[in-house]
């Protein structure tokens, strides 16, 4: 019984990270909204004995990060390479704390007009509501009109007598 329940923490371990690894913070209305789904995932990955480590998760949300951010990713590895390059110990930052620092960033680029929330909630929304199949039906008509019905005929004339 005990080899089923860890089979099944494996596969859900399996499962939680690779949604850890896909996650988008293009699919989310804010950054906010991105970074509380992450540290969801986190917690329930330490759930099932799946610990990330803060450096791990800051260099991932930052590979993540959108052009609105190319900034701050950049100042980040310079202000690292530059601790580096004097030979001083660089010391990384905690995962909350760059959060704190990524939501003051979204305020910047609100104010500098570089990011609109409305239009990201709607590309959110939209990526949400996409069908997956390929062979789905297209909502708009075809230029040639309907197309005829196929079915069989409403009016079909009388046998006269």
Excluded: W
């Amino acid at each position: 019984m005990t080899k089923f329940f860890r089979i099944k923490n494996e596969l859900r371990a399996h499962q939680l990270d690779n949604e850890f690894l896909t996650l988008d913070p293009n699919n989310f209305s804010s950054i906010e909204d991105f970074l509380s789904k992450f540290k969801t995932l986190r917690l329930l990955l330490e759930g099932v004995k799946v610990k990330k480590e803060d450096g791990n998760l800051i260099y991932s949300i930052l590979t993540k990060l959108g052009p609105p951010y190319s900034v701050f990713v950049s100042t980040f590895h310079s202000a690292r390479e530059a601790f580096i390059s004097q030979g001083e110990a660089y010391n990384s930052p905690s995962f909350n704390s760059l959060c704190d620092s990524l939501t003051r960033e979204q305020e910047k680029i609100l104010h500098l007009g570089l990011l609109n929330l409305v239009n990201s909630s709607k590309k959110a929304l939209a990526t949400q509501q996409q069908p997956n199949s390929k062979n789905s039906k297209k909502p708009y008509p075809k230029k040639n009109g309907p197309k005829p019905n196929k079915g069989p005929n409403q009016f079909q004339p009388q046998n006269e007598k």
